[in-house]
């Protein structure tokens, strides 16, 4: 029976030493030099906080391999990491700090200067300093008490409000999604990953553990390549990546400039998955046009559900006007699909909340009872024993094959001209027109009117005339705004926030 994650990485380097565990553009280690980093940095943060661990120890590093060592000798000590992000503003980072009130930051001689700015008194490991050890027996020992209830890392969401929430996610609930991950792709020693995801985004936790649980290698794709589709499809060539998992933003980027017709990867790439936002049809037609022996798949789920808890293998053909599915639930996940009333959905095409049960849980944000207990609830259909669910606030249906279809975030519905509206329909229906890349409704309530950003300029009549074959009228927009680039947030989705500015 497994219990923490970290028997992965003792496993890993015992029967696969020098493998190749981890890449940047700076560096690379093997699985043995990946492991003796991590117990040297265990060995350094229980110099710092002896005890019984599970506490938490912000990491404070440039996306790196230096980062993912830091998260593994933070849970080698038994304590828990919570990553932030160098770039994140002053304001955000002590909001951070005020919730988890850590005593200890893992970073460099430079990081530390400007950690120093912020509102944290505490100690600092810094990372260059610490020497790798094969072994070390305090480090043992904390490891053996390690629980699969006890917390692996905090990650931090905005949220619709903007106020950062702290996600406590376990050994256990990582355990259990990383095992349906490599059985359900097929994951081996041989695979490669070519990481997009920031590693404080909950993206990051399907190529990071997967590659560890496997033996496989995980590229950190350089961030300058992004923009440049050609040299990026080079690259995942150059590095026989057979793996990516990104947002959708960044797999748009692709297809709109069409790079596939420079660079094969027929007999490169095997896997192709997506999450964190909606695919647009057409964008994925086009990956399925130059790369049809790929694998794709949708994953759908929050942070608070430790990634993703549904499914959709992508097995048949699709207009570029229809929404794509977000599956089923994921091996050992229960959904439930809520009305109003809390009462269960399901009958195709009637809307309910998605709501979420398992393994795959939180416990909940960080010191903040009254923002979990709003969230986590007790389930309305079991009134017989203690059983909690989340609720994502996100609005789906079924279809006629039993599918969830994804419709909106609550949030995201409007109430305009005396009808309810899911802005999510809208976006999928603009998305699917020619010549459109990407593109956002938000609603202006002060105006009563639906705006739509674009990546390109067009006329409101022009996209009107067209949206109105596929929309009732009182959804078409009020207000267009064309965009030459379209605001992307630090985890490549499009940014809404930076969309209200221009309403």
Known sequence: MQVNVLEWLD????????????????????????????????????????????????????????????????????NFYSPIDVDMPKQRVDKILEVLQPELVITTKEGQKEFEKFDFSGKYILYEEVESLE???????????????????????????????????????????????THTFGITAQDSFGNQAPFYFDNSILDIYSAMATGAALYIVPKKLFPQPVRLLEWLKENRISTIFWVPSALMVVSKLKAFRNVDLTDTLKRVLFCGEVMPNKQLNLWRKYLPEVVYANLYGPTEITDACTYYLVDREFGDEESLPIGIPMRNTQIYVLDEQDRLVTTPHVVGELCVRGTCLSTGYYNNPEKTAAAFVQNPLNGAYEEKIYRTGDLVEYNERGELL????????????????????????????????????????????????????MAREEINGQLEKMIPEYMLPGKLVCMETMPLNANGKIDRVKLKEYL
């Not at 999510?424 to 309530?445: F, H, K, Q, R």
Request: net charge negative.
């Open 406 to 457: 994804y419709l909106s975030r609550k949030d995201f519905q409007i109430k305009h001209m005396g009808h309810r509206i899911e802005l999510g329909e809208i976006e999928t229906a603009v998305a699917s027109l020619p010549e459109i890349t990407m593109c956002c409704c938000l609603y202006d309530e002060k105006k009563s009117r639906i705006v739509l950003f674009l990546d390109r300029e």
């Open 11 to 78: 496993r890993t380097a015992a029967q696969m030493p020098d493998r190749l565990a981890l890449w940047d553009e700076q560096e690379q280690m093997n699985y043995k030099e990946y492991r003796e980093k991590s117990m040297g940095l265990a060995k350094a943060v229980l110099s710092v906080l002896p005890g019984n661990g599970r506490r938490p120890v912000v990491v404070y590093l440039e996306k790196s391999i230096r980062v993912l060592a830091s998260f593994m000798g933070i849970a080698y000590s038994g």
């Open 135 to 181: 072994e070390a027996p305090e480090v043992c020992r904390a490891a053996e008490n390690i629980l699969d209830t006890d917390l692996l890392y905090v990650l931090f969401t905005s949220g619709s409000t903007g106020t950062p929430k702290g996600v406590c996610i376990t050994h256990r609930s990582v355990i259990d999604y990383t095992d349906w991950v």
